[in-house]
Structures are given as C-alpha cells and as structure tokens.
C-alpha cells in the first residue's frame, strides 16, 4: 500500500469495510480534501466496522469479500436462468 499518512492496521481495517481500493481512495481523499477527510471516514466507519465484526466474528468479510460474494451469486443466478 501506498498510503499518503501513515495509518494503523486496525485503521486500514475500518476503511477496507467501506472502500474497494483504500489505497486509491486516501490519495484521492489527501490531494481533494486533506488529511482529515480520511481521518473523518475513520471516525464515522468505526463503529459500524466493530459492530459488523461482533455481529459477524470469524466469518466477517471486508468490502471488497461482499462485493465478490454478490458479484458470484449474481452470476450463478445468471447461470441458472440460462439453463431453464
């Protein structure tokens, strides 16, 4: 990762819950707006990531893991309709 401030894992955590690519969304966040704007994501996510993570536990996934698992059912629901 290439990231524009140094963050915490546990802060690249929080962000992968929400974003597909941190590290294209913090150079973005950085060079529009500043280094606060990724601290403000951090800080609104959290608690929706440590939710998630009790709710969930072991079989949490980030948000790139969810959006392949849509992408997946999507295509089998494809798949399945083709052979009706």
């Known amino acids: 990762m290439s990231l524009p401030i140094q963050l915490t894992d546990y802060e690249i955590k929080v ?18 707006v500043g280094e606060w704007a990724i601290k403000e994501s951090i800080d609104t996510y959290t608690a929706d990531y440590d939710a998630a993570l009790l709710e969930q536990g072991s079989s949490y996934k980030n948000r790139v893991a969810r959006e392949a698992d849509t992408q997946a059912a999507f295509m089998a629901e494809v798949e399945k309709s083709k052979a009706k």
């Open 15 to 32: 962000l992968e819950h929400v974003y597909m690519d941190v590290d294209d969304w913090c150079n973005h966040a950085f060079t529009a």
